[in-house]
């Protein structure tokens, strides 16, 4: 069992959706969760990060976290063309950050 | 402020070469992170240096070493260099490391072909 999954795509939505991305973790002791969007070529970059359970909303993005269930996920709300991306979910566990496979996005116009 | 800058951006190398890599973190960015990304594994982590010091590794063979200067530059080496070492080497940079929750910045990548 890897220690980072997230669902697997692709995942399309149409434009104006919203877009579920969702990351699950083997590590009960894990305290910080990150989602990161990478463009086709480009590095990966921050969307959101989330410390505690709950949802942590930011614009069109809201995190939510469950740790007795090990699960984080990511909605995209009103989804853009430009949202188009692999979407990395990455768990801080023993001072390393573990990164999933990712999920592309496409979203349509 | 300026990101992080890894150079060179390409490179092209030939089996049983080695190869050094650099990046430099964010101005006031003490942690530097290395990571191999591929189609096939993913982002992999390397290792992590703070304040010169290696503080996390990865599950990558002794072939694959790193140091960290007192700017907080770093760089990667991969020594005795295989086809499957293809990859594109990311750096990231933190204020703390990944120990303090931190969240990471990367560079544009290196991207290696080993022919």
């Known amino acids: 069992q890897k220690e980072v999954e997230q669902n697997s795509g692709p995942l399309s939505v149409p434009e104006g959706a919203i877009a579920s991305l969702n990351c699950t973790y083997s590590?009960?002791?894990?305290?910080?969760f990150f989602w990161y969007r990478q463009y086709s070529g480009k590095s990966p970059e921050l969307i959101m990060f989330i410390y505690s359970n709950g949802d942590k909303e930011d614009g069109r993005f809201t995190a939510q976290l469950n740790k007795a269930s090990q699960y984080v996920s990511l909605l995209i709300r009103d989804s853009q063309p430009s949202d188009s991306a692999t979407y990395l979910c990455a768990v801080n566990d023993a001072g390393k950050s573990t990164f999933g496979d990712g999920t592309t996005l496409t979203v349509k116009p | 402020k300026a990101g992080v800058t890894q150079t060179p951006r390409y490179l092209i190398k030939t089996r049983g070469q080695q190869v050094t890599l650099s990046c430099s973190p964010i101005s006031g960015h003490r942690s530097v992170s290395w990571y191999q990304q591929t189609p096939g594994q993913g982002l992999q982590f390397l290792f992590e240096y703070f304040s010169e010091t290696q503080r996390n590794k990865g599950n990558f063979p002794g072939r694959f070493s790193g140091r960290q200067f007192s700017n907080s530059r770093s760089e990667m080496n991969v020594s005795t260099l295989e086809l499957g070492d293809s990859a594109l080497y990311l750096c990231?940079?933190?204020?703390?490391?990944?120990?303090?929750?931190?969240?990471?910045?990367f560079g544009n990548g290196t991207r290696l072909t080993v022919t």
């Open positions: 990231a940079s933190s204020p703390f490391g990944s120990s303090y929750n931190s969240p990471l910045h």
């Open positions: 590590d009960r002791g894990s305290q910080s």
